[in-house]
């Protein structure tokens, strides 16, 4: 096997390795859920943060969390209930960058499925270096996108616009539960 070969080989592994773990997200449409029949909020004085492990040697670690604030029991379907949290509620660390969005958490209505964290669709996270940086009202640094870039990402945003992106299932038995004191409805 020569070195172009091998190449090609290596990065359609990555890209497989890529699609089956973005797999595991999925977008809810917000048209589709109800609004919650009681108006219940849940005042979270401190972070609840769990770590994706890697699941292979390429890739790293993803710490995923809810920030303090004020979630509100806003919306469900069958599957469960959504809350709602503050302007900026979930963030995400990947690598050396910080995202964080508007978002939540969903509560499964069955007992063996796992709590998700989710992001509403509304192409204004924020990003920075750090999680203070990523808070701030002007992160030092922000990136700036080209253009075709950013039409690309302003057409995606337009499409999904007020939906939910749903990340992947907690597999922290200890955050899972936490989540589910926390946020019984």
Known sequence: MNWKSFFCVVVLALAALSIASAQSVSVIEASKLQAAPTHRTVELSEKIVWVRKAASWMQRDVEQGLLPGKYDFQLQDP???????????VYMVDRSSVIVARGGVWIPASPSARPRFFVIEEGNPRRGKTLAEALSST???ATVFPLAIAL????AVAANRGNLVMLQEIQD???ASRLRTVFQP
């Open 79 to 89: 599957s469960g209930v959504y809350h709602l949290g503050p302007e900026l509620a």
């Open 139 to 141: 992160p030092p640094g």
């Open 152 to 155: 690309v990402e302003a057409w």
């Open 173 to 175: 038995d200890a955050v």
